[in-house]
Structure formats: C-alpha cells, structure tokens
C-alpha cells in the first residue's frame, strides 16, 4: 500500500477535525475539495534565445470567509497535490487565526536558482499574465512561498498593475502582498513567519516555566522563514548548534553566529562551504541533542527515522506539513510536545493582512505597531489552541484544525449554501 499524498493528508486532519467537532456532512463535503484549480503552460524566452515550457499552477480552495489568500511557490517539486495541499491549509490556517481570507496557493515547477535575474523576472511576468483575472485584490492575494521572495511579488504586482486601466492602476496594489518596502509592502513582513513562532516559542516557554536564555536548537531549512528565525533565537540566549538545508547538514560545537551564517548563505546561496561548520549527516544532524527543532524546510520532511533519532523537548514547524502523520505520533509517543504548523507559521498571513490592509487605506504602519498587532493575534490564537487541547484532551495539531473548521461551519451555517 503506498504511503498517502501529502493532499490526503491534510484531508485527514480536517475529517478528523470535522468530526470531533460535530461539523455536518454537508460543509464536510464543501470543504473536501477545492473549489477552482487551474494549471496553465507558458512559453518563456530564455537568454540564449531559446523556448522553455513552464507548468504554472493556481488552486483556489475556499472563500466562505473572504479573498482567496496564499503563496506563489517556485520549486523544482511544486505539483498539483502539493499546491491543492497548501491551499486547502492556508484556508484552515486564516480560520483559526480569524482573518477574512479564505485559502490558495500557487507554484510554478522551476529551480529558481537555475535561472538568471532575467530569466527569473520573464517567469514571474508570464506566469502572473497567463492567470490574469483568477487573481485580484478583491478576488486572490498571492504572496511569496518557497523560492520567491519581495522582488517576484513586485513584478507580480507591477505586471498585473499593467493589465488594468490607467485610472485603476494605483488602486491594484494590493493585488499581492510580501513586497518590498519601496513598492508598498509592510514593515516586519520579511520576518513576520518566524516572529509568529518566537511568539508561540515564548508562550510554551511560559506555560512550561522554561528560561529560553540558555537553551539550545536545531533548525532545517535556511531559506526566508530558518535564517530570520536564527536570528531572532540568538537575541532571546538560544544557541543553534545544527543546521541543515539542500546542500547539506552541518555543526557548530560553539553555535553558530546567525549573522555570519545569513551574510554566506546571501552570498552563496546555501549553506555548503561555510568555513565555521562542520559538515554532518542526516542522521548527524536529527540525533544532535537540543531543546527545540524548528523544521522550516518543505512537506513531508520529517519521516518516522528522523522523529526515532530526535532529541527535543519541542518542535515549532516553521514549514507546512513537515512532519508526517507516522513521525509525530513517534514524537508524541517520546513526549515531544509539537507547536503545529497552522498556529506556528501563522504570522506570515497575519503580517500579509496587514500589508493588505495598509494599501487598501494608503496607510504606512510603523514596524512598532505591525510587531505589537502580531503579537496579539498570535498570543490570542495560542492560547485558544492550547485551552482547547486541554479541554478535549487532544493534540494542539487537531486542537487548531477544530477550531478552524468550526470558525468555516459556522459561516456556512448562518450563510446557507446558494441557491
């Protein structure tokens, strides 16, 4: 029998969810599949002159509670589970963190980094043209995902800006979140997913009177979400001691200096070579002892060999999904508590809520008021999360799932379902 997509998965936790929460049938099969999915190819110009066909994919899953909302993924895997997979979490995830958003998500099959600058920029173009009208800022707000980042959300922004009338130009450009500053974005958006999980690292640490001044991690993945992460884990006294991405795992016996580490990995793009590691193993990596793991690399990462060797007191999923079903309940078995990913990478569709908000008003927030507005919202949703694990004597991963489907239900309820 072969082991379930990561699509399936995702399906699992919600009928799960469903049905400890009484949801009916009928929005139980509302909410079992997307509603829109499209896949488009495109031609692309590459610079010796020749053709490329690129895939292109964009699923909608849901909008009970507002405008489509998700992330454009470049990578070398995105496939059309995948992305249906993501859509169907980001629609749980803006549930429980109560926003007007519902869920998508949208990727391109690409290497990014086999790409020049031009190249890169032609991809994006094309692809945000070839979508045209299936997104919008009233309709689908996309954002940056693995292998994207403020640069392909602005040409994004300015291709679709191009698509309109003069006169409506400035009004679209909220069509996309994550830009850079310059060209509309938010304060605090480039750290914002790993904020959120400082912030539910903080809560636990509370909850469990644990000194985080002292404490030790690992982190795999180093792209956006690990190097901010690293960063902001230094300033509270947690030393990294092990670090992984594509190009391999590596070790500090002192910890790393996030800041050296991020200046390399910007320069060279990975990990590899960086002359204060040690290169290590997998298994290396997954057996280093430590307080927490923040897995923030991609879906299904974490298999039942990597949970045997973890020793953690905590895991923070910066990733979506990156434990499967089979690890976390090896994990849990060991004691190992897990801050889910729904709750954990939160912050990223929050701060992109605000980025929305912001250029729907022609406001500029300071980066003050963006981390205090985050902060609540994610202290808020743990805490809802937490209370209802213990209520039901449940996991916090179907805890957040419950209250997201709930959150959906209830609307449905109250809406009907037309005509």
Not at 158 to 182: I, P
Not at 238 to 257: P, R, T
């Amino acid at each position: 029998m072969s082991a379930p997509s990561f699509s399936e998965i995702v399906r699992s936790h919600s009928t799960r969810a469903a049905e400890l929460m009484g949801v009916s049938s009928a929005v139980q099969t509302i909410l079992a599949e997307p509603k829109r999915e499209l896949i488009v190819h495109f031609p692309v110009r590459m610079d010796d002159g020749s053709f490329r066909l690129f895939k292109g994919y964009r699923v909608q899953h849901n909008n009970i509670l507002g405008p489509y909302k998700g992330g454009i993924r470049f990578h070398e895997t995105v496939s059309l589970d995948d992305v249906r997979a993501l859509a169907a979490m980001m629609t749980w995830k803006c549930a429980l963190m109560q926003l007007p958003f519902g869920g998508a998500k949208g990727g391109v099959t690409v290497d990014p980094s086999t790409l020049s600058r031009g190249e890169l920029e032609r991809v994006t173009r094309r692809f945000t043209h070839d979508l045209g009208d299936n997104i919008g800022p009233n309709h689908d707000i996309p954002a940056p995902d693995v292998g994207t980042n403020a640069q392909v959300m602005v040409w994004m922004m300015d291709t679709y800006m191009n698509t309109v009338s003069e006169s409506q130009k400035q009004v679209q450009r909220a069509v996309v979140t994550g830009k850079s500053l310059a060209a509309g974005g938010s304060q605090g958006r480039d750290k914002a997913t790993s904020q959120g999980m400082i912030h539910c690292l903080q809560r636990w640490a509370d909850d469990h009177r644990v000194d985080l001044a002292g404490c030790s991690a690992i982190i795999q993945g180093f792209g956006q979400v690990g190097s901010h992460l690293a960063m902001l884990l230094v300033r509270l006294g947690v030393s990294i001691y092990a670090v992984a991405d594509k190009s391999g795992a590596y070790k500090s016996a002192e910890g790393f200096n996030p800041h050296k580490l991020v200046a390399y990995v910007r320069e060279h793009g990975v990990l590899a070579g960086y002359p204060r590691a040690e290169p290590i193993s997998q298994e290396e990596f997954f057996s280093t002892p430590a307080d927490f793991f923040f897995p923030a690399a991609l879906q299904n990462a974490v298999g039942p060999a990597e949970a045997e060797r973890l020793d953690v007191r905590l895991v923070v999923e910066g990733a979506n999904g990156p434990i499967t079903p089979e690890a976390e309940r090896i994990l849990l078995d060991k004691g190992v508590d897990i801050i889910p990913d729904l709750l954990a990478n939160a912050g990223g569709v929050v701060v992109s809520y605000f980025e929305w908000l912001q250029n729907r008003r022609t406001e500029r927030w300071t980066l003050a008021h963006v981390d205090a507005r985050l902060e609540r919202q994610m202290n808020e949703a743990y805490m809802r999360v937490s209370l209802h694990a213990a209520d039901r004597g449940i996991d916090r991963r179907t805890a957040a799932y419950a209250l997201a489907v709930a959150h959906l239900a209830e609307a449905y309820e109250e809406r009907g379902v037309f005509p």
